[in-house]
């Protein structure tokens, strides 16, 4: 398993952190959902995948739990 980080805009709480940990858990082979909430910034996403999921269904994930994500998916 890999760790990956992707930066997300809009956050400002528990209930964005848990709508986002919701979404991107429901990705095939993600586990481990964690965020670091900065809630006058960009927060950053960080989960475990064998590889890392698509870009486009991270954002996708993202913008269904109503936030958007920004860059590119980092290895941890």
């Known amino acids: 398993m890999t760790n990956y980080t992707v930066q997300v805009e809009g956050m ?4 964005c952190v848990n709508a986002v940990v919701k979404e991107v ?3 095939d ?9 900065e809630p006058e910034g960009t927060s950053a996403v ?3 995948a064998p ?3 698509s870009a486009e269904s991270l954002r ?9 994500m ?6 941890a």
């Open 60 to 68: 996708a994930a993202i913008d269904e739990a109503g936030y958007e």
């Open 46 to 48: 960080s989960f475990t």
């Open 29 to 37: 082979n993600v586990a481990d959902v964690s965020v670091s909430l």
């Open 70 to 75: 920004v860059g590119e998916v980092q290895t």
């Open 12 to 15: 400002t709480c528990s209930h």
């Open 25 to 27: 858990s429901l990705l």
């Open 51 to 53: 590889q890392a999921p």
